[in-house]
C-alpha cells in the first residue's frame, strides 16, 4: 500500500517534471528566435555601416557593442536554459528507475506471501481432521 502511494507520488513528480520541461522547451525556443532576430539586424546594420558616414558608423558601432551583449546574454540563458533541462531529464530517469524499483520490490513481497500463504493451504491441508474431533465431544 506504500509502495502504491509512493508510485502515485513519482508518478505525480514525474508529470510535473515533463510540464515544467516543456515550459523550459517553449522558453529556450522563444529566446532562440529573439537570438535570431538580433542576428539578423545585426547583419542588417553592418550592411548599412558600410555605406554611412563615420558619425553613423561610432553610433552603429556602438548598437553593435549592445547588441553582441544582448546576443551573449541570451546564448547564456539558453545555455543555462539547456543544462537546467538536462537535469531535470536525469532526475525524471532517476524517478522512473526508483518506480521500475519500487515496482518490482512490491511485486516480489507480493509473490512471497503468495508463497506463504500456498505453503499454509499446503499444511493446512494435510492436517487430517479427526484430529479436532475433540470439539465435538467438549462442547
Known sequence: MEAE??????????TESQKRLEDVKKEIESKDT???ELESEENRLR?????????EIVKLKENEG???GKALSLENIIKDKEKREEDKK????????????DKDEAESLWEACESIL???DDELESV???DFCFYEGGA
Do not use: A, C, H, W
Open 128 to 130: 487430517p481432521f479427526d
Open 66 to 68: 549592445r547588441l553582441e
Open 47 to 55: 550592411e548599412e555601416k558600410n555605406s554611412l558616414g563615420s558619425e
Open 118 to 120: 500456498n505453503e499454509m
Open 90 to 101: 536525469e532526475r525524471q530517469r532517476s524517478l522512473q528507475k526508483e518506480i521500475r524499483e
Open 34 to 36: 529573439v537570438l535570431k
Open 5 to 14: 502511494g509512493d508510485y502515485k507520488k513519482l508518478k505525480k513528480e514525474e
